[in-house]
């Protein structure tokens, strides 16, 4: 057998996805047409050559156009059936989903839109092809605390499908440390806490997600790799690092 029939074949759990980050182009112009929305680019080619970025920044800019054609709750299902459709197909079998809730409330949508979207689509994933998953809300970490504390208070009434939260963005500028208070809030509340960390950010910014945040897991940690210390602690605590390779080369 081929190794990569032998990859291909092997049962997966994927527990580094950001679900708005995995619209393809043509949904994207799908969605711009039936909500009629207008977007920056004139063809799904100009969408794809969008995406092949060179930094954090660069991605996150197409990322935040992309979402702009999200508006409704079956928009998000069918965003999320799409994606546990190719991931079906490469045989993952659970999938634990970040979504950044504040990306749409920030542009008018409730809360519920985005949430009760995404949670239709993972039932009918689940129904459908058998992949089982969990939520992960996340904060935007170029906005402030406050707002991450406004998004924790309007999950409430989903706090018992949400199995999560996490902190994505900009990271540059933006230290885990800005968010402690939230993150000691959803801890009491329950919730496992995730961050990213060390993506494009130095070291410092690992030991505060590990010291300040009380992460139970970690997206990225790349730059860990320059504090031998760090990786110590690390490997000491058995800390999974949810590594992205395709961001973590381009970056
Ligand atoms: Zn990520």
Known sequence: MSLDAYIAGLPKAELHLHIEGSLEPEQMFEFAQRNRVSIPFDS????????????LQDFLDIYYAGAEVLRTEQDFHDLALAYFRRAAADNVRHAEIFFDPQTHTDR?????????????????AEAELGVS???ILCFLRHLDEAAAID??????????????VG?????VGHPPSKFRHVFERAGQMGL????????????AYVWEALDVLRIDRMDHGNRSMEDPRLIERLADE?????????????L
């Open 167 to 171: 902190l994505d963005s900009s990271e």
């Open 238 to 250: 058995r800390m999974t690092l949810t590594v992205c390779p395709l961001s973590n080369l381009k």
């Open 151 to 164: 998004t924790l208070h309007a999950a409430e009434p989903w706090l018992d499908r949400i199995a999560g």
């Open 192 to 203: 496992k806490r995730v961050a990213h960390a060390g993506e494009e950010g130095p070291p």
């Open 44 to 55: 799904v080619e100009a969408v794809r050559a969008a995406y092949d970025f060179s930094n």
């Open 108 to 124: 008018g949508l409730p809360f519920s839109v985005a949430a009760d979207g995404l949670l239709a689509g993972m039932k009918t």
């Open 133 to 135: 998953s969990k939520l």
